[in-house]
């Protein structure tokens, strides 16, 4: 087991350090910041003076260096563009995009099982299959472009909701939130629900497929012959065994949700690490592009890690298999 | 190439049928309604794509003729130089109806360029590991497998981050973006195909590992990676649009759907709808229509369910 576990940590350091070293060789070819930084009139001295303070003046491989050893010290550089250490900038834009993130998979629960169970019990009905048909487009038409079709109809056809931003928001557990006041909820509920929409599909044909397996089983037969109420039957016994899945599924897919935020907050303008990153690159602020991938993928590696050993925890199978191999 | 499609389904499937193979998947295939007008839906746009240039009314990317005092005109207004704008003209005063042609003609053509080189590059990495098996095998998966677990959208972001907008460099990023789908779909149809009693016997017949490679096993994969590559090029076309969106993408000298829509995004607040929406619906069209047709091959192409 601790081989195992072992293993698993080594490979994912060298994924870490692999992407290390394909974001900054990347970046650091993009383009010329200095171009972008420095005030055009400024004279030679003050374009010298400047990459020496930027350590842009430096060989490539000792920048890649300093960045290496500082990264392990957690210090991913600072931003060209707002002057502060790169990683406090993002950490401080990612409470807006968790927020958002977590609403969006609230509601892709909330909504989604019900639905789901709905269409998995009246599969041939109309509601049923128009369900499904909703989930299709969920998956296919892309998120940027429902987002727009939102912001057309609600903010700009019926003015009912705001357009973008993230409006007001309240003090929750010394962070900054939106979703306990309506000012702060009308601003959240569309990018939510767009951010929603993939996930809220996939559950939906989650739900559906476990709803259709579990009612032949013997137990909800039993269930239902013991005189228990169809209500009871279905509320209980169906839901609870078809939640193991859904929950699992959604918890591997919360980095995606992060992920696509991206999206959803360049349509919404929503002040999250993804709108910060759209900026980031358009300005060639490489500290901070390379902060976020860096933390972006450092994220997915934990989930993945903890998702292979609590698998290997459950299915022993998994890690004899890998020690053999 | 729909020709190869239906003799393929037919030998891997053994039907015998008084129809030639072709028109017997035809005939299959438009049992649905809904798949018909998937395919003429795919057949239109590709046409579109194509002629582009002798479609359009006027060329958009032309300076000498467009005309900045046409911009933002509602649609069916009339231009400068006499052309109707059927569905307006956007920021800068090009013709909506054309800049949509052409920018179809580019999507379409990053999309179908990165899936046939994913597709090329999927299929050959596949079937090394599914023929060769062992360590290769094992090697190749685990690269797969790492790559699938994270989000499409995240590889391609760091990738453009790092290489910067271009044709070329989105094109680079959807091929690295969906060759793994391709390698393990092949992959996996191959292990089956390779314990099958005709390549045991092509093995005995002593052929080389190029010959029962690809001119025994592949065609008898073919089935599922049509289906599949039929899916990537629709997803290809909304993550390029979705990344020209965000800015990330091509360069606004090319302007996909992506880019059109995303040009008419800041004038949407103002009630100038048409800059955005237009492109919007023709890019919906195109990746539905795209879908429906995988959707109806999958269900022709597979031999389990009974016809």
Redo the contacts between chains.
């Keep these: 087991m601790s081989v195992f576990i072992i293993r698993r940590l080594l490979q994912s350091v060298v994924v870490i350090w692999v992407m290390s070293l394909l974001v900054f060789g990347g970046v650091y070819l993009i383009g010329d910041p200095i171009d972008m930084l420095i005030n055009p009139e400024a004279d030679q001295e003050d374009i010298d003076a400047a990459i020496r303070a930027l350590g842009l003046d430096k060989p490539i491989t000792e920048q890649y260096w300093f960045f290496l050893i500082n990264a392990v010290k957690g210090d991913l550089g600072s931003s060209f563009i707002f002057n502060e250490p790169a990683l406090q900038l993002i950490l401080a834009r990612m409470p807006a995009t968790m927020e958002l993130a977590f609403a969006a998979l609230f509601l892709s629960i909330v909504l989604g099982i019900p639905l789901g169970m709905w269409a998995g019990l009246h599969p041939n009905s109309l509601s049923g299959r128009s369900i499904m048909t909703g989930s299709i487009l969920g998956f296919s038409l892309p998120s940027f472009w429902v987002g727009i079709m939102f912001i057309m109809f609600f903010a700009v056809v019926l003015g009912v909701l705001p357009s973008g931003g993230r409006g007001e928001t309240t003090e929750f557990l010394g962070l900054q939130v939106s979703f306990l006041s309506w000012k702060g909820l009308s601003y959240i509920l569309l990018p939510a629900i767009n951010l929603a929409l993939f996930k809220l599909s996939l559950v939906i044909r989650l739900s559906r497929a476990g709803t259709q397996e579990v009612i032949h089983q013997d137990y909800i037969k039993f269930a239902r012959a013991k005189g228990i109420s169809e209500k009871r039957v279905i509320l209980v016994h169906v839901l609870k065994n078809i939640m193991i899945p859904v929950v699992t599924i959604l918890g591997l897919e919360f980095g995606s949700v992060i992920a696509f935020a991206v999206v959803t907050e360049t349509v919404f303008a929503w002040p999250g690490m993804g709108k910060l990153i759209i900026e980031s690159i358009d300005q060639l602020d490489r500290p901070v592009i390379v902060a976020y991938l860096m933390i972006i993928v450092f994220m997915f590696i934990v989930i993945n890690l903890v998702v292979d050993i609590l698998y290997s925890v459950l299915d022993p199978r998994v890690r004899l298999q890998d020690v053999k191999a | 190439m729909t020709a190869s499609t239906g003799e393929a389904v037919i030998e891997t499937t053994g039907m015998s049928s008084e129809l030639s193979p072709f028109r017997r998947f035809i005939s299959d295939y438009c049992e649905s309604k809904v798949a018909i007008a998937g395919a003429i839906g795919v057949l239109v746009v590709a046409f579109i794509a194509i002629f582009a240039p002798w479609l359009s009314p006027t060329n958009p990317y032309d300076l000498a003729t467009v005309d900045i005092m046409d911009s933002r005109l509602a649609p069916g207004m009339q231009m400068m130089s006499g052309v109707t704008a059927h569905v307006g003209t956007d920021g800068m005063g090009r013709d909506m109806l054309s800049a949509m042609f052409y920018g179809l003609r580019i999507s379409l053509g990053v999309g179908a360029m990165s899936g046939f080189v994913a597709l090329l590059v999927g299929v050959c990495v596949g079937l090394t590991a599914a023929y060769f098996g062992g360590r290769v095998d ?1 090697l190749i998966m685990r690269i797969v497998d ?1 790559q699938l ?3 499409a ?2 590889i391609a ?8 907008k271009g044709v070329d460099k989105i094109i680079i990023a959807l091929i690295v973006v969906q060759w793994a789908y391709f390698a393990r779909t092949v992959r996996g149809t191959a292990l089956v195909e390779r314990r099958k009693e005709y390549i045991e016997a092509a093995a005995c017949l002593a052929l080389s590992h190029r010959r029962i490679v690809f001119r025994h096993l592949l065609p008898n994969c073919l089935p599922p990676l049509i289906v599949v590559g039929t899916v990537q090029i ?1 997803s290809a076309i ?1 993550l390029e ?2 990344l020209s ?4 993408g091509l360069p606004v000298t090319e302007p996909s759907l ?1 880019l059109l ?1 995303s040009n008419g ?1 800041e004038y ?2 103002s ?1 100038k ?1 048409w800059i ?2 237009y492109p ?1 619906i023709a ?2 069209f195109t ?2 229509s795209i ?1 429906l047709v995988g959707d109806r091959l999958r269900d022709v192409l597979n031999p389990r369910l009974e016809r």
Excluded: E, R, W
Excluded at chain 2, 157 to 164: E, H, Q, S
């Design positions: 094992m790492l677990s994270f989000p959208i995240l972001l760091v990738l453009l981050a790092t290489l910067g629709a909304s649009a979705t969106f965000l800015g990330i992506g829509i995004f949407m607040l009630g709808y955005s929406i919007g890019l919906l990746i539905v879908n």
